[in-house]
């Protein structure tokens, strides 16, 4: 069966189609379809494999062969920056010769990580080669001396065009590129503008290829043996929160990394999506500053610094960022709706839907009559809940607020509500436990189910439930 030709692509997700479209249905972007060339062409293809034959038959020089059992335990060497939140996101600092994709909206604070990685790394006597082709040189100079960048070693290119970088690259040598941005940055060997999905596909692969290959012919003298420089990319996210061309970039990158944040708040969290040397499940916290991002090194203590402890509709939540403990406090206003009105449901922090369904819950297996109340939710500072175990505090922080009666100030909870009633078991007590009594909560309200299998602690108690009723019990009157 002959393959469909595409002859459109979205120059944002790199959706293809044999028609022009108005709208991509892959990502939703308007008007992103532009024609491409042909497609690469079957002869081409035939060449390759003949040459990969070949080499099957009569093998030029023996490539180093090793047994599985040899590399287990051969771990990557590893580049600290001391950027502790940092660090942790890649599982303990730059590999050399990587590349690691950062992504995020405009204004998150990327260029600001870039140059508070790069000036630690240069710190330690790294050779590290800042590429600006978004900002002026007296830009990234001003920022650069807000957050203290001042190190020796810490070169500022401010070309756009591939050749020159990778000239600037041939003549320092350096240990680490960082590029801001993907998008910025042409090669001039692609005939399409810079930010087209052809010339940022056809940039990250230049970049891919000067990491894992430019070692030996540029003589490389960091300590990763073979390889080139470790390269960092900023990429911009679109609006709908795609990477342009995420496609064509996320599974050619080592590592890709997520810059998040409300811009109103100063919390920003940075999550692995991807990482070939690393867990996905760990997040870093920072707070942008006057002096650029602060690492958050006790997030329990910053997220329950201003907690006005005893106050009703306030519930602390032992929560879970990836495998990361912290603990958050959600908080509920429910007031009378103004006659006649359609009462307003306001929720922020953890999901709507979610929050929808336990005040359903409520209403229906507790008997809250909130069919004339306006509810807020809210999670303070700033941080946001994906997670089901949050449930049990929602609820909790609601008919608080609503009967006006605290929660003990010394008790956290976690647990997941089911549309029955029942509270349902979650993942990691553990580790929420632990945290819950360092934060230095003396009691953790858990689900039953999770109960049976934790160990006795004496520093903490934990209140089992097994249906949302038996929680209610700890705000009555
Ligand atoms: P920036 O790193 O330029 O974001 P991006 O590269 O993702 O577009 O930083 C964006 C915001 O951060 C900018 O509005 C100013 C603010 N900022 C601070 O609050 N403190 C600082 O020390 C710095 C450098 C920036
Ligand atoms: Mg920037």
């Given at each position: 069966m002959p393959a469909v030709k595409a002859a459109y692509v979205c120059q944002v997700c790199g959706q293809t189609a044999p028609k022009w479209q108005g709208r991509c249905h892959a990502c939703g972007s308007w008007n992103s379809f532009t024609p491409?060339?042909?497609s690469v062409s079957q002869a081409s293809a035939v060449i390759s494999s003949s040459k990969l034959l070949r080499a099957l038959k009569e093998p030029q020089s023996t490539p180093v062969i090793r047994s599985l059992a040899e590399c287990v335990g051969m771990a990557e060497p590893r580049w600290p920056t001391g950027l502790v939140e940092f660090d942790r996101v890649l599982g303990g600092g730059v590999v050399p010769g990587s590349v690691i994709l950062l992504g995020g909206e405009p204004g998150i604070g990327k260029s600001t990580l870039l140059l508070q990685a790069g000036e630690r790394l240069a710190r330690q006597?790294?050779?590290?080669?800042?590429?600006?082709g978004e900002e002026s040189a007296a830009q990234v100079a001003s920022r650069a001396e807000r957050v203290g960048a001042t190190a020796e070693?810490?070169?500022?290119?401010?070309?756009?065009?591939?050749?020159?970088?990778?000239?600037?690259?041939?003549?320092?040598?350096p240990d680490l590129v960082l590029v801001d941005s993907l998008q910025t940055v042409f090669d001039p060997e692609v005939d399409a503008p810079p930010g087209s999905l052809a010339q940022v596909r056809q940039v990250a692969v230049d970049f891919v290829t000067l990491a894992k290959e430019a070692g030996?012919?540029?003589?490389?003298?960091?300590?990763?043996?073979?390889?080139?420089?470790?390269?960092?990319?900023?990429?911009?996210?679109?609006?709908?929160?795609?990477?342009?061309?995420?496609k064509v970039v996320e599974h050619i990158v080592d590592v890709v990394l997520s810059f998040e944040g409300e811009k109103r708040s100063a919390l920003r969290l940075l999550r692995a999506t991807k990482n070939r040397f690393g867990s996905t499940q760990e997040v870093g916290i920072f707070q942008m500053g006057e002096r650029g991002l602060d690492p958050v090194a006790d997030p329990s203590q910053t997220f329950l610094g201003e907690r006005p402890k005893g106050a009703p509709g306030s519930?602390?939540?032992?929560?879970?960022?990836?495998?990361r403990p912290v603990m958050v406090e959600v908080q509920a206003l429910?007031?009378?709706?103004?006659?006649?009105?359609?009462?307003?449901?306001?929720?922020?922090?953890?999901?709507?839907?979610?929050?929808?369904?336990?005040?359903?819950?409520l209403e229906k297996r507790a008997g809250l009559n909130l069919a004339t109340m306006e509810v807020y939710v809210n999670v303070a500072g700033g941080m946001l809940i994906d997670e089901p175990a949050a449930d049990l505090a929602i609820a909790l922080a609601v008919v608080s607020g609503f009967r006006s009666v605290p929660v003990p100030a010394d008790m956290a909870v976690a647990g997941e509500i089911g549309l029955t009633g029942?509270?349902?078991?979650?993942?990691?007590?553990?580790?929420r436990l632990a945290e819950a009594a360092r934060a230095g909560f003396r009691r953790l309200l858990l689900p039953a189910g999770n109960v049976r299998r934790l160990p006795l602690r004496a520093d903490i108690e934990v209140e089992a439930v097994g249906?949302?009723?038996e929680a209610l019990g700890w705000v009555e009157r």
């Open positions: 491409v060339a042909a006597g790294r050779t590290v080669l800042y590429v600006a070693r810490f070169y500022l290119l401010n070309r756009n065009a591939l050749t020159d970088v990778f000239a600037a690259v041939g003549h320092l040598h030996s012919a540029a003589g490389s003298k960091n300590g990763g043996g073979s390889s080139g420089p470790a390269v960092l990319l900023v990429g911009h996210v679109t609006k709908s929160g795609l990477l342009a061309g995420p519930v602390v939540l032992a929560a879970m960022e990836g495998h429910v007031t009378p709706a103004p006659f006649g009105g359609t009462p307003r449901r306001l929720v922020t922090g953890v999901d709507p839907a979610r929050a929808g369904m336990v005040l359903a819950v029942e509270v349902r078991s979650i993942n990691l007590p553990e580790r249906r949302l009723e």
